[in-house]
């Protein structure tokens, strides 16, 4: 059998599948359901027991997950809450596999079990991305809000590095955490791993603002980069120069569309742990049941609805010359103002953070490339 980088595999799948009009990455939300309740996390505002009851069972799950194999999808994403919590997680991670997904999972690590590492010890996934935001005992459970949960989660951890499974380590920073960072990249570090920080927060789904109270300065931020390598926005949140499919080209030269972002390309689907395809992690409407309905038709309709968004207002957004440095997002604006449109104060002071430094970087170039001549 001839051999193929995984890179150009991956590149040569997504072109393929950009001509075919098909998506290439599905991020299904298991559940919402997590054993740790985080402050600053987006969906902890449906982590309680009247959200889990309308949620899918294990027979609609591998009727969705047929259908999504079907539409033309790769890269599988097993998301919540947290997706090990649930009883039937080794069937339902066994059923993907075997259809050839190629499956990552998100975790916190807090409920991974011997049984579950077992399984994926059996049938490795492409990754495991565990969430680890304090090595620290006390600061630990600050953050997760749940008491003896850092030893649960170090075991969890455990198990998963005793059988060498795939794993990157994250690390969501905030107010609580910021200080800890350099203990946290040596532990990282340690282990063998990247240390992979992000510090871009949002509201939660139903509008809640506590979150955001949670990230750090934007001029923070900028150090973070320099300092850590900080990790940019979530990949479907941003607006690459290359590698975009067609149509989200065309639509980034027009400032009139609403969305900018990678979305508009139609390479991802989003699913909730009710059977529900929705635009992105942020907007959760329009909504259509793959149920009962086709992932593909799905696709297509909800693609139709944010590729024709066009700004209805004067915002500030629709002509602003650096909008590509603030990672601006409507989902984001939407949850945290109620409007699609609204700027947000902390991207935008971020943007000029970005721009002003680049302005100093080269005008410094400029100085010495006088002087050496």
């Known amino acids: 059998m001839k051999e ?10 997504h072109k393929n599948n950009w001509k075919l009009k098909r998506p290439n990455v599905c991020q299904f939300e298991l559940t919402f359901k997590c054993g740790l309740n985080c402050n600053y996390c987006y969906t902890s505002c449906y982590n309680k027991a009247k959200y889990m009851k309308g949620e899918l069972d294990t027979k609609q799950i591998k009727l969705i997950l047929d259908k999504v194999y079907n539409a033309g999808v790769i890269w599988l994403c097993f998301t919540g809450g947290d997706p090990l919590v649930r009883s039937d997680f080794p069937e339902v991670y066994t059923y993907a596999k075997n259809k050839g997904f190629l499956i990552t999972i998100f975790s916190n690590g807090y409920s ?7 399984c994926l010890k059996e049938s490795p996934p492409f990754a495991i991305e565990i969430t680890l935001n304090s090595i620290i005992k006390k600061n630990y459970e600050k953050i997760s809000c749940i008491k003896e949960s850092f030893n649960k989660t170090m075991r969890g951890l455990n198990l998963i590095l005793d059988r060498n499974l795939p794993l990157k380590i994250k690390t969501q920073v905030t107010n609580d955490n910021l200080e800890e960072l350099p203990k946290i990249r040596a532990f990282v570090e340690n282990l063998g791993f990247k240390f992979r920080p992000s510090a871009f927060l949002h509201a939660r789904l139903d509008g809640d603002l506590y979150p955001a109270s949670l990230r750090i300065k934007p001029e923070e931020v900028i150090g973070l980069k320099k300092i850590h390598n900080l ?6 949140c941003k607006t690459k120069a290359r590698g975009l499919p067609p149509f989200d080209k065309q639509i980034n030269k027009h400032n009139n569309h609403l969305f900018k972002c990678a979305i508009v390309g139609g390479d991802g689907i989003n699913i909730d742990p009710y059977g529900n395809m929705f ?3 942020c907007i959760r409407k329009p909504r259509i049941n793959l149920i009962k309905e086709s992932v593909r038709e799905a696709h297509k309709t909800i693609l139709a609805w944010v590729r024709t968004r066009k700004f209805d207002t004067d915002s500030f957004c629709k002509t602003c010359a650096i ?6 997002c409507p989902g984001k604006a939407l949850l945290e103002t ?3 449109e609204k700027p947000l104060d902390w ?5 000029h953070l970005i721009t002003n430094r680049q302005k100093i970087l080269k005008l410094k170039r400029s100085k010495k490339c006088t002087v050496s001549s």
């Open 347 to 351: 991207f935008c002071n971020f943007a």
């Open 4 to 13: 193929i980088q995984y890179k150009k595999f991956s590149w040569n799948t």
């Open 112 to 118: 991974m079990t011997t049984k579950i590492a077992d």
């Open 338 to 340: 109620g409007s699609l």
């Open 323 to 328: 909008i590509r440095y603030c990672y601006r």
């Open 279 to 281: 635009p992105c992690i």
């Open 231 to 236: 990790e940019e926005p979530e990949e479907e």
